[in-house]
């Protein structure tokens, strides 16, 4: 046997879902209608010989209202998924602008590297080259003689 305080609590047993207490309230408030929900789209042929034309006009203006409603909480909701994106996707964006900035400045210290060890190659080349033709001269002045 549950005790009242105890059935109060778990009146609303879906606390974890993400949905604010006025969304809660407003999905609550599809439950409690006091209308019969129909399978159909309201066309069925009984309710017309049930109801008389100002009731049915009653009827389709409260089925409109409600139809409304849960449209407008389905693009809420979808607006509200798509701003997540949208903040998801910009901080992504940022994460990857400074990878990429970190990657060109990578790419221009080895590029000025590059050119210091080519500059460094050629220089001791032409050193190198010198010294081939100043051996190549002593050993043909040593040759002579």
Not at 10 to 16: L, M, N
Not at 52 to 74: G, L, V, Y
Not at 97 to 106: A, E, G
Request: charged share 30%; net charge positive.
């Amino acid at each position: 046997m549950f005790l009242a305080e105890e059935a109060v609590q778990f009146q609303f047993p879906v606390h974890q879902t993400g949905f604010t207490p006025e969304e809660l309230q407003e999905l609550l408030s599809f439950f409690e209608s006091e209308e019969p929900v129909s399978s159909n789209s309201g066309s069925e042929g009984s309710s017309r010989a049930v109801y008389s034309p100002d009731e049915r006009k009653q009827r389709r203006k409260i089925s409109n209202r409600e139809s409304a409603r849960r449209s407008r909480w389905r693009k809420k909701r979808h607006l509200e998924n798509l701003t997540v994106q949208v903040n998801r996707l910009n901080i992504e964006k940022r994460r990857l602008k400074n990878r990429l900035s970190l990657v060109i400045n990578q790419c221009h210290v080895a590029w000025l590297e590059n050119e210091r060890l080519r500059s460094e190659s050629d220089a001791l080349w032409a050193k190198l080259l010198d010294l081939y033709w100043i051996s190549a001269t002593m050993h043909a002045m040593q040759s002579r003689q």
